[in-house]
């Protein structure tokens, strides 16, 4: 069982909006660790997609945003495309493990 | 531009231990709280926390492998290894070794290594 809490699965037409939860405590997100995002094609590894809650590496599309507030931050991605179709983790730190933590993953369909 | 990657067996018997070595290239010198650390994935399953070693050599463990882990790093070859002593079916795992910066993300990853434990 993880440690940050996300769905299992979204899922979503082309074109449309969907957005990943990533649930945590006061031992992570809710005492002020930054959460980052990222991205893991089937057969790959993963890759930063959001970093410091909502600031995006160079090359990552403005498609994806990342937020947070409390305990909780979340990662939408607008205008669907096929290509991202992909397992979504969330990670932050945790001062109960003195080490980071990640969410159990989510898989987004493209429909 | 910065990488890593992963070499080692891929196969292990149970209660044998694992040596892993991370050889990385593009980054030397560092700020404080940058490190390198490894990090696994049990097929189809979430990714978790190994260990961590920074560059002043401080190390930290994920706590419930702690007595089964040791991470160490040899900055003139430019890698980092990763023993676990002890291996079991449920390590069976793809590593990765990955760059962590000072903000604790993960910037750079290795591709992965799969390592099954099997008799």
């Known amino acids: 069982q993880s440690v940050l809490t996300q769905p299992p699965s979204v899922s979503g037409a082309p074109g449309q909006r969907v957005t990943i939860s990533c649930t945590g405590s006061?031992?992570?997100?809710?005492?002020?660790?930054?959460v980052h995002w990222y991205q893991q094609l089937p057969g790959t590894a993963p890759k930063l997609l959001i970093y410091?809650?909502?600031n995006r590496p160079s090359g990552v599309p403005d498609r994806f945003s990342g937020s947070k507030s409390g305990t909780s931050a979340s990662l939408a991605i607008s205008g669907l495309q096929a290509e991202d179709e992909a397992d979504y983790y969330c990670?932050?730190?945790?001062?109960?493990?003195?080490?980071?933590?990640f969410g159990g993953g989510t898989k987004l369909t493209v429909l | 531009q910065i990488t890593l990657k992963e070499s080692g067996p891929t196969l292990v018997k149970p209660t044998q231990t694992l040596t892993l070595t991370c050889t990385f290239s593009?980054?030397?010198?560092?700020?404080?709280?940058?490190?390198v650390g490894w990090i696994r994935q049990p097929p189809g399953k979430a990714l978790e926390w190994l260990a961590l070693?920074?560059?002043?050599?401080?190390?930290r463990y994920r706590p419930s492998l702690k007595s089964r882990l040791t991470i160490t790093k040899d900055t003139s070859k430019h890698q980092v290894v990763l023993t676990m002593t002890n291996m079991d079916p449920e390590d069976t795992a793809t590593y990765y070794c990955?760059?962590?910066?000072?903000?604790?993300?993960?910037?750079?990853w290795g591709q992965g290594t799969l390592v099954t434990v099997s008799s």
């Open positions: 990955a760059h962590r910066r000072s903000d604790r993300s993960w910037n750079y």
């Open positions: 593009g980054f030397s010198r560092s700020t404080s709280g940058v490190g």
């Open positions: 070693i920074y560059w002043d050599d401080d190390k």
């Open positions: 006061s031992s992570n997100i809710g005492a002020g660790y930054d």
């Open positions: 410091g809650n909502s």
């Open positions: 990670q932050s730190y945790d001062s109960s493990l003195s080490g980071s933590v």
